[in-house]
T-cell receptor
Framework: GAGVSQSPSNKVTEKGKDVELRCDPI?????LYWYRQSLGQGLEFLIY????????KSGLPSDRFSAERTGGSVSTLTIQRTQQEDSAVYLC??????????????FGSGTQLSVL | GQQVMQIPQYQHVQEGEDFTTYCNSS?????IQWYKQRPGGHPVFLIQ?????EVKKQKRLTFQFGEAKKNSSLHITATQTTDVGTYFC???????????FGPGTRLSVLP
């Protein structure tokens, strides 16, 4: 597709269950970001992938959160043993990152995660 | 680590009034970007500023990047109801690092 695709769009899970959120970035984009947005709040950085470099995991809130990016394209964010405070919209963004003037982020529509 | 702040947090204006949001970084930025998020939507890129003191205009929107490259502002002239949403600034200290977003300014425009 032409844009960043995220799935599922909505996910309802029970406390303690594991969830996987998927992001398909725009083809050719080397940079991929995950952010979390709680209701009415700003964007909380989670993790950043750039090409073949080691990811910047500095924003992951706990060891229950992990992410991978296979083949430099699709990314999966995994949350283990979900807690109610994990409920939020999880946004993925990609960027061409071919130069300092070409860094703008293209966001997907997000996954609304609700932990009951 | 790098911190980006925005003020005000909320702004309610009457349609036709002007609006300004300010963005301040704890560190010098290589560039700064602005995004708009409509209610229920996702952030959409508006503009990028790179040079110290740079000013860019998009119709009724004027963006400025401070001389020290640590602050920026977005000014909307004669707001319209279509301007409703949350405006975020974002930047990073060095190219190649992740983007840090400000907390956003939520704009409401009363008709």
């Amino acid at each position: 597709g032409a844009g960043v695709s995220q799935s599922p769009s909505n996910k309802v899970t029970e406390k303690g269950k594991d969830v996987e959120l998927r992001c398909d970035p725009i083809s050719g984009h080397t940079a991929l970001y995950w952010y979390r947005q709680s209701l009415g709040q700003g964007l909380e950085f989670l993790i950043y992938f750039q090409g073949n470099s080691a990811p910047d995991k500095s924003g992951l809130p706990s060891d229950r959160f992990s992410a991978e990016r296979t083949g430099g394209s699709v990314s999966t964010l995994t949350i283990q043993r979900t807690q109610q405070e994990d409920s939020a919209v999880y946004l993925c963004a990609s960027s061409p990152r071919t130069g300092a003037t070409n860094e703008k982020l293209f966001f997907g529509s997000g996954t609304q995660l609700s932990v009951l | 680590g790098q911190q980006v702040m925005q003020i005000p947090q909320y702004q309610h204006v009457q349609e036709g009034e002007d609006f300004t949001t300010y963005c301040n970084s704890s560190t010098t930025l290589s560039n700064i970007q602005w995004y708009k998020q409509r209610p229920g939507g996702h952030p959409v890129f508006l503009i990028q500023l790179v040079k110290s003191g740079e000013v860019k205009k998009q119709k009724r929107l004027t963006f400025q990047f401070g001389e020290a490259k640590k602050n920026s502002s977005l000014h909307i002239t004669a707001t319209q109801t279509t301007d409703v949403g949350t405006y975020f600034c974002a930047g990073h200290s060095n190219y190649g690092q992740n983007f840090v977003f400000g907390p956003g300014t939520r704009l409401s425009v009363l008709p």
